[in-house]
């Protein structure tokens, strides 16, 4: 069994639509949380950085933790294309080595 | 400020060929780190530097090993290429705990 789990999707949602992402973990040591996001063919650039259990919000992009359920999610509101790409969740306990999930691929449809 | 810069950005090899992919960071950050990324196994950590001076083996380590050459730079060596280590590589830095940022990648295929 992985330590991460994310379902790879691929899922497709029209323009403006809520997108729900979300990633469970076996690791209870987990502290750390992140959202990656990956464009076709680039590099991955941190989305959302969270730290233990709660809500935290940066535009159109919310990220949950629930410690409790070993259950994070990634919520973009008002979605649109250029949101089109492979998110990726990663989590850490304390210090340097990311587990990173397989990645959902998501497209806004115009 | 470039961030992570990784070259080359494509390479093909033959089973056996040797070759060293390079990576460095003007973020001034004191992490450095080498994964692979397949399709559907996510990103593997290959190897990480904590510091300068320090190496250490992730996920997915063997037949690779790394060289810290200074705080900026940190580089990746296939000893003898096989088929198996075609993947996308990615370089990462990070100032020191869980935020990292990534280079471009390298697209590499061995024959």
């Known amino acids: 069994q992985k330590e991460v789990e994310q379902d790879p999707g691929p899922l497709s949602v029209p323009e403006g639509a809520i997108v729900s992402l979300n990633c469970t973990y076996s690791n209870s040591a987990f502290q750390y949380f992140m959202w990656y996001r990956q464009y076709s063919r680039k590099g991955p650039e941190l989305l959302m950085y969270?730290?233990?259990?709660g809500n935290k919000e940066d535009g159109r992009f919310t990220a949950q933790v629930d410690k409790s359920s070993k259950y994070i999610s990634l919520f973009i509101r008002d979605s649109q294309p250029s949101d089109s790409a492979t998110y990726l969740c990663?989590?850490?306990?304390?210090?340097?080595?990311?587990?990173f999930g397989a990645g959902t691929t998501v497209t806004v449809r115009a | 400020n470039a961030g992570v810069t990784q070259t080359p950005k494509f390479q093909v090899l033959k089973t056996g060929q040797s070759m060293t992919l390079q990576c460095a960071q003007d973020m001034n950050h004191n992490s450095m780190y080498w994964y692979r990324q397949d399709p559907g196994m996510g990103l593997r950590l290959i190897y990480y530097?904590?510091?300068?001076?320090?190496?250490d083996k992730g996920e997915v380590p063997n037949g690779y090993n790394v060289s810290r050459l200074n705080k900026r730079e940190f580089s990746l060596r296939l000893e003898s290429a096989a088929p198996s280590q075609t993947s996308v590589y990615f370089c990462a830095s990070s100032p020191g705990g869980s935020e990292q940022f990534f280079g471009p990648g390298t697209r590499l295929t061995v024959l």
């Open positions: 990663a989590m850490s306990p304390t210090s340097y080595k990311l587990s």
């Open positions: 969270t730290y233990s259990s």
């Open positions: 530097s904590a510091s300068e001076g320090t190496t």
